[in-house]
């Protein structure tokens, strides 16, 4: 999706410059998550129908969660 500068400058007037920026924030948010997926899984579907599309990504994104949380250290408060 493609912003020109004067919508993006009347955004920020009417929404401010905070809202703005979470909304940047989410974006960059779900470009890294797609780069994850795109490095793991390629960017190509095997399935050919919508349906089985649909299994085989929520499937993917399944596996991806599996291996963040597998990646991911235990922490905990030390007293």
């Known amino acids: 999706m493609s912003i020109n500068r ?6 920020i007037q009417k929404e401010g410059l905070n ?3 979470e909304k940047y924030h989410q ?3 779900n470009e890294v998550v797609m ?3 795109k490095t793991i ?3 190509k579907l095997e399935a050919c129908t919508i349906e089985n599309q649909t299994a085989e990504v929520k ?8 291996f963040t949380g ?3 250290p235990d922490s905990y408060k030390i007293a």
Do not use: D, P, Q, V
């Open 70 to 72: 597998i990646g991911m």
């Open 59 to 66: 499937l993917k994104c399944t596996l991806l969660n599996k």
């Open 35 to 37: 780069l994850g997926y």
């Open 6 to 11: 004067n919508e993006a400058i009347e955004y």
């Open 41 to 43: 899984f390629g960017g």
């Open 27 to 29: 974006r960059s948010l």
């Open 19 to 21: 809202a703005c920026k």
